[in-house]
């Protein structure tokens, strides 16, 4: 057990079977049924209500230091949306889903029409082109074919391949589109995927994917308060000024409504990767459909709310690892992200019950449930600004999950240093088919690789980690290590009203079994993290990261032939084997029995400030909220790996690039020292030193 003493490690093992053992399929089922039970977006009554409800859970289970932060934020809802065909002929567009006899909550009145977050309001009557995804080798497409968006209205789909569709609403806004209508196509999450809601886990001809379409990828949080809290009272940028608020006006259809703008399309026919699952001949169109888009959005100022508890180390309190998942949902949110907050909410449960035993974590868990995250990953991203200096100083790991689980298959991403500790996870765990976490991991990762050759445990964790959720504002800007988690399965009903409690119970997760394997591994990270003697930071798996990135950099972007990369490369390889003899070091002064608290203690701080050295304080040029080195995201949410190296590689700035370099050579450089520092102290106690 990586940084546990033999003997330390027999404990930890009793109390994490304890804790295993509390874990209940059955009350996540009941926390479930109650999250779920209304539509409950950021803002509305019933997210404020639910706050007030899981910090009441929270105070019942026994936490400690129960509170509900509030931050006062640009909000995004629609006063009124239309969509009308007007010629070739007449059509308007329904905006709603339909709703089945089988599933009551589907006739629920409070659930929305279709609307995306942060649209601009406006009106627009213009001709319709399709312009497939709506990425710009999409447009580049079409403007090669004589085919001129501005001023029209582009019709696109979710995803072929996927973008964030932030980034389909800034592509076109920026090609002077009028307004962007994006369309789930059934290829995609429909009927030719496999049998549609309430028969299957697909998506319905008339579901409707909602989202927002912040330009995050800029500058997360409240567009009005960029990189720093929006408490009550903040300072706040004008509108105008908000880089990462559209001025394009955008609504998702489903292919119920895209369907009869797709049908009369004139003009030529589109490429064959641009047909989709219709039966019907997909066209670019030209001047013959026209249509007239309303959108009216409501924005404001409202309270979000995150409530927060902690249970208080016993040794060391001001050593923190920090758990969160969003509560705000599209509409019920029964995958996304209810999954979550009810495996959460067992979580705490549980710790709870060891605590009324006696037992809590060397150090303190905190444990927050952030709101806004569809929106602009909003709650966490003020929560991680206003505490910024506190959490930088005192914060061992971030533990995200977001959609706990749609299906069987898991996925876990980990920054490098966390990544062996994940897989030392699964090993401990029982998946509901009796074989291990890591068995079952083992065989959904080797599918999902593709690869002919036997993979091995450090294939197992994903290391290349985008945006997309409220690990962000900790890795991206703080520089604390993340892990994310999550099991993944057919899922064609994501931020529909269908993704919800008769979708998990009929096809995501019946019976919550997989809900519970996340509750135990959740658990089981944190107290891990929670205990150990040394933290159990694997820095040379990270250093073999950052060298696999630096490769798939050079070899995408002929980086050597530009800039040297001699001098970096050998920077990675010291930094690698700092990382190797530290790990040895460490083994050895635990297994010595001579390791004292306060060395311990004093060996942790300094590990803890490994992540914190990889962030540049000017940022990832153009984005200066984004300050780590490694990691980054693409404005498509994709991973983004050496950012400000990459950017500028791709963009030809080759002084740029060089630059980039140079900063993580000095922060390869730092941590190297750092590493070899720590070793020293481990290895004076190992030999029987002075201390
Ligand atoms: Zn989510």
């Given at each position: 057990m990586a940084g546990f003493s033999p003997a330390a490690a027999v404990r930890e093992d009793a109390e994490e079977q304890a804790y295993r053992s509390l874990v209940s399929s059955e009350q996540i089922s009941k926390f479930h049924r109650y999250l779920t039970a209304e539509p409950h977006p950021a803002g509305s009554a019933r997210n404020n209500e639910l706050a007030q409800w899981v910090a009441a859970q929270w105070r019942e289970q026994g936490l400690e230091d129960v509170t509900i932060h509030q931050y006062d934020v640009l909000n995004s809802t629609p006063r009124e949306v239309s969509l009308e065909m007007i010629a070739p002929k007449k059509y308007r567009a329904v905006l709603r889903e339909a709703p089945y006899d089988l599933d009551s909550d589907t006739r629920n009145p409070n659930v929305s029409g279709a609307y995306l977050g942060y649209s601009a309001s406006g009106e627009v009557t213009a001709p319709v082109i399709y312009a497939h995804s709506g990425n710009p080798e999409d447009y580049a497409y079409l403007r090669k074919h004589g085919v001129d968006v501005r001023g029209k209205i582009a019709l696109v789909r979710y995803s072929n391949p996927y973008s964030y569709r932030g980034f389909k609403a800034l592509t076109a806004q920026r090609l002077g589109v009028a307004a962007l209508l994006i369309y789930s196509d059934p290829e995609e999450d429909g009927y030719k995927k496999g049998p549609v809601f309430p028969d299957g886990p697909w998506g319905p001809e008339s579901h409707i994917q909602r989202g927002a379409i912040t330009y995050d990828f800029l500058e997360p949080g409240d567009p009005l308060t960029p990189g720093w809290a929006s408490v009550p009272g903040a300072k706040r940028i004008p509108p105008e000024q908000a880089v990462s608020l559209p001025t394009i006006i955008a609504l998702p259809l489903s292919w119920h409504d895209a369907e009869p703008l797709l049908k009369n399309l004139d003009g030529p026919v589109a490429p064959d990767e641009w047909q989709g699952g219709l039966p019907l001949k997909y066209r670019i169109g030209g001047s013959r459909v026209r249509v007239h888009v309303k959108v009216d959005m409501n924005t404001s100022i409202e309270p979000y709310y995150v409530p927060e508890a902690r249970i208080h180390g016993s040794e060391s309190p001001d050593d923190w690892v920090i758990l969160g998942n969003h509560r705000d949902a599209w509409v019920f949110g029964g995958v996304d992200p209810s999954s979550g907050t009810a495996a959460m909410l067992e979580l705490t449960r549980d710790l709870g019950q060891l605590l009324k035993q006696g037992i809590r974590p060397k150090r303190t868990l905190v444990i927050c449930s952030w709101d806004g995250e569809e929106y602009a990953l909003t709650g966490s991203t003020e929560w991680g600004e206003q505490y910024a200096d506190e959490l930088k100083k005192k914060t061992v790991a971030y533990l995200n999950v977001d959609e706990a689980t749609s299906g069987k298959d898991f996925q876990g991403d980990a920054v490098g240093s966390l990544a062996p500790l994940?897989?030392?996870?699964?090993?401990?765990?029982?998946?509901?088919?009796?074989?291990?976490?890591?068995?079952?991991?083992?065989?959904?990762?080797?599918?999902?690789?593709?690869?002919?050759?036997?993979?091995?445990?450090?294939?197992?964790?994903?290391?290349?980690?985008?945006?997309?959720?409220?690990?962000?504002?900790?890795?991206?800007?703080?520089?604390?290590?993340?892990?994310?988690?999550?099991?993944?399965?057919?899922?064609?009903?994501?931020?529909?009203?269908?993704?919800?409690?008769?979708?998990?119970?009929?096809?995501?997760?019946?019976?919550?079994?997989?809900?519970?394997?996340?509750?135990?591994?959740?658990?089981?990270?944190?107290?891990?993290?929670?205990?150990?003697?040394?933290?159990?930071?694997?820095?040379?798996?990270?250093?073999?990261?950052?060298?696999?990135?630096?490769?798939?950099?050079?070899?995408?972007?002929?980086?050597?032939?530009?800039?040297?990369?001699?001098?970096?490369?050998?920077?990675?390889?010291?930094?690698?084997?700092?990382?190797?003899?530290?790990?040895?070091?460490?083994?050895?002064?635990?297994?010595?029995?001579?390791?004292?608290?306060?060395?311990?203690?004093?060996?942790?701080?300094?590990?803890?400030?490994?992540?914190?050295?990889?962030?540049?304080?000017?940022?990832?040029?153009?984005?200066?909220?984004?300050?780590?080195s490694l990691y980054g995201a693409r404005y498509t949410y994709a991973h983004l790996e050496l950012p400000g190296i990459t950017e500028a590689a791709e963009a030809g700035d080759w002084a740029r690039a060089a630059e980039q370099a140079r900063f993580l050579e000095s922060a390869l450089a730092h941590n190297t020292d750092l590493l070899n520092h720590v070793r020293k102290e481990l290895d004076s106690v190992a030999d029987g030193g002075s201390r």
């Open positions: 994940l897989v030392e996870v699964s090993r401990t765990l029982t998946a509901p088919s009796g074989r291990t976490l890591y068995e079952e991991w083992k065989s959904s990762r080797q599918n999902e690789l593709h690869q002919a050759e036997q993979i091995s445990d450090s294939d197992l964790p994903n290391t290349k980690i985008g945006s997309g959720s409220d690990h962000t504002v900790f890795l991206n800007f703080l520089g604390i290590p993340t892990v994310g988690l999550t099991f993944v399965g057919p899922y064609g009903v994501y931020h529909s009203m269908y993704d919800d409690f008769y979708w998990m119970n009929h096809f995501g997760d019946p019976g919550y079994r997989y809900h519970a394997l996340m509750s135990q591994l959740w658990g089981v990270m944190a107290l891990r993290l929670g205990d150990a003697d040394i933290l159990p930071f694997d820095f040379a798996s990270y250093g073999a990261s950052i060298r696999r990135f630096v490769m798939a950099l050079d070899s995408a972007n002929h980086l050597s032939a530009k800039i040297d990369l001699v001098s970096l490369q050998d920077r990675v390889s010291a930094f690698e084997a700092a990382g190797r003899e530290l790990n040895e070091s460490t083994s050895r002064a635990i297994a010595s029995g001579r390791l004292a608290a306060a060395v311990a203690e004093g060996v942790n701080q300094e590990l803890m400030q490994v992540e914190r050295n990889w962030c540049n304080p000017d940022g990832i040029p153009g984005r200066p909220w984004w300050k780590h």
